[in-house]
């Protein structure tokens, strides 16, 4: 006889800042979190490695909606570089590559090895990353033993700071916008100092727009789930008004609102075009829109309430 439960899935909308623990892929995090609060919808804004730890924003429900618009947000996280030893995937997950000696080093040798690693720079990706060729992950690739050329891309570094020294061990503060690799910038810099490097830590400690975040564990939310408290849970949710702050707010009435769930253009307030967050007047959000010449508001993304108007 089978005695598994059906789970009892629920509408749940809302972001959850999660503290994503190390040895979780972000997807299994995800699920994780998904299924503790038996949520039928789940997403997460762009991944951090199973080595990482630290915030992963998880959008649920009508909040994955936005979760792409999330994805380049600047970041920013605190890493060890071990110096001496290169790896396959440029991290402490990986099969040793080469060994070096690692040269006497003071600060000054160091900033110079770090000030070519700031600003708009042109990065060679991890081959163990998910950037896809051909329509699959290079980790993908790489797991089998392919040949690997990893691809490079232009990304901007804002800041790259070294904050502690122990032995070969360097302590780095990193402010990075999308498409960035820690990983990357760790390797690079090893080869810089004549001797390699990889990543044996890595915290990613905010994530815009939600600069300081107030983070949840898993274990946390095991203990609110094993209570059978929904509402406890719940309580951990940001509205998806939080993940918007960042877009420019139009407030409509009663009337448009209804016009613009059903798919129609409306009037609005003129002002900067592009795309902008639509506001009824219950003060809830109804979603996305693009602001067109002339005060015009054309839908572009709403959320399922906005054809309840």
């Known amino acids: 006889m089978n005695t598994t439960r059906k789970r009892n899935w629920r509408h749940v909308d809302g972001l959850l800042l999660l503290d994503k623990p190390q040895g ?5 995090a995800l699920q994780q ?3 503790l609060f038996r949520a039928e919808k789940g997403g997460h804004t762009g991944s951090l490695d199973p080595l990482a730890t630290g915030l992963l924003p998880l959008c649920f429900g009508e909040a994955t909606k936005i979760a792409g618009l999330l994805l380049g947000a600047h970041k920013a996280y605190t890493t060890t570089a071990v110096l001496g030893l290169t790896t396959d995937s440029d991290d402490a997950d990986g099969a040793p590559l080469l060994e070096r000696a690692v040269p006497e080093l003071d600060d000054a040798t160091i900033e110079a090895a770090l000030a070519p690693l700031r600003g708009a720079i042109r990065q060679r990706a991890p081959i163990y990353s998910a950037l896809k060729q051909g329509g699959e992950p290079l980790y993908a690739k ?3 033993g392919e040949a690997i050329e990893a691809p490079e891309r232009d990304v901007i570094v804002h800041s790259l700071t070294l904050t502690g020294r122990d032995g070969p061990r360097l302590e780095l503060h990193v402010e990075c916008g999308s498409g960035t690799y820690v990983r990357s910038l760790v390797r690079d810099l090893g080869e810089t100092l004549g001797c390699g490097a990889h990543v044996s830590v890595l915290r990613r400690l905010w994530v815009e727009p939600f600069m300081q975040p107030r983070m949840v564990t898993l274990e946390q939310l095991r203990e609110l789930a094993e209570q ?3 509402l406890a849970l719940d309580a951990h949710l940001l509205p998806i008004e939080a993940g918007l702050s960042e877009f420019a707010r139009v407030s409509i009435d009663a009337a448009s609102a209804h016009r613009l769930g059903q798919g129609q253009a409306v009037a609005c307030e003129e ?5 902008v967050a639509i506001f009824g007047e ?5 979603g996305l829109g693009l602001r067109q010449a002339e005060g015009r508001l054309q839908p572009q993304r709403l959320f399922r309430w906005a054809a309840q108007g």
Do not use: F, I, P, Y
Not at 271 to 275: F, S, V
């Open 24 to 28: 979780l892929s972000s997807n299994q």
């Open 33 to 35: 979190a998904r299924h």
């Open 142 to 144: 790489a797991r089998r």
């Open 228 to 230: 059978g408290s929904d």
């Open 271 to 275: 002002g900067e075009t592009g795309l």
């Open 282 to 286: 219950a003060g809830r959000c109804l």
